[in-house]
């Protein structure tokens, strides 16, 4: 609680400060003047670079996308060929469809 009602404090007491009127004007707009090119110019830096990371991380993730896709299908067929085994017990061909369906 003492923090909170500290904070609120030092924010009137900085609204306050700001407020007071030198030569016509308020001290935020002299401070202002001073700053605000500047905080410009840092906000077009800080939007080209994330503009600049999000275009290379998109780039990326279509790179990952695109090599996630085979180049070419492989051709195999089913050798029809082969046949079931005939002499497979019960208990065996109950132990294969039970390793077959884990």
């Given amino acids: 609680m003492k923090k909170i009602i500290g904070s609120v404090a ?3 007491a900085t609204f306050l400060l700001l407020s007071i009127n030198l030569k016509e004007k308020p001290v935020f707009s002299y401070i202002y003047s001073y700053f605000g090119p500047l905080t410009k110019e840092l906000q077009n830096k800080v939007e080209y670079l994330v503009k600049f990371g999000l275009d290379g991380s ?3 993730g279509s790179k990952i996308f695109h090599n996630s896709i085979p180049q070419h299908k ?8 082969i046949k079931p085994l005939e002499n497979v017990s019960a208990k065996d ?3 294969l469809d039970d390793l077959i369906k884990q």
Avoid at 74 to 81: D, G, R, V
Wanted: no cysteine; aromatic share 18%; glycine share 0%.
């Fill in 10 to 12: 030092i924010f009137i």
């Fill in 58 to 60: 998109k780039a990326f």
């Fill in 93 to 95: 061909q109950k132990e």
């Fill in 74 to 81: 492989e051709n195999l067929e089913f050798n029809k060929t």
